[in-house]
């Protein structure tokens, strides 16, 4: 065993300082990735920071877009009426994620920070446009996914909410994965009055990205038979247990396709 301290807080600036004080510190959202990856001893923080007192939940319909708070967990933003009503289709990635004691404990916040290139929630920020609200900053999701695991998060910085504008229609498929449910390829499609935003969870190897040749085809016209001509290079895309990159290359176009169909 290894030691550790566990820090209950009540508001963000306290979590920040908590953190600042330790050595090698990491918040503690819903503890979906950060209690499995400390039990297998992939991680060894010195110190926990519980942010389940913060004050961070909560859904706002700000008229153009919709503010959800990072310790929303996925069963609340799935049953928030002002989601179903304003972005049904982050009601329904939601209402798909892993199982019922996941979605009652993992949260949108820890979801966007962790950056899983699995995860969900990243292809519907990005997809939408969406804005992180940090304790330091706003930050576009175009420049919040950096990398696989990676953000454009300091170390001090924590999520506070995410702003999700509101589009004429939207959509979000997914190839899950039988086991954990996690995206092998998810697409989530974004109509807005200037244009398509695709983007892809779940198959590039540097995590959640849009996919221009699919956008512009969708762009020329908004319907699935748009995508025929579309050819997916593997380049890029992940090869692991669950499926090789040409298998991927074949899901986005397919998962695609579905999200179109769908809106």
Known sequence: MYETRYISVSSPDEAVAALKSSDDGKFLAGGMTLLPTMKQRLAAPDCV??????????IKDLGQAVRIGAMTTHAEVANSEIIQAQLPAVASLAENIGDRQVRNRGTIGGSVANNDPSACYPAAV??????????????????????LFETALEEDELITAISLPKSEKAAYA????????????????????????????GAGEDGVYRHKACEDALNASFNADALNDITISADGLMSDIHASAEFRAKLVLAMAKQAVAHC
């Not at 920071?49 to 909560?58: E, W």
């Not at 969406?130 to 900053?137: E, Y």
């Open 49 to 58: 920071v519980d942010l389940a007192k913060c004050g961070l939940s909560g």
């Open 126 to 147: 990005l997809a939408l446009g969406g804005t992180i609200h940090t304790t330091k900053r706003d930050i576009a999701a175009e420049d919040f996914f950096v990398g």
């Open 174 to 201: 997914k190839a899950p994965s039988p086991a954990s449910r996690y995206a092998m390829t998810g697409v989530f499609v974004a109509k807005f009055g200037d244009g398509i935003r695709l983007a892809v969870t």
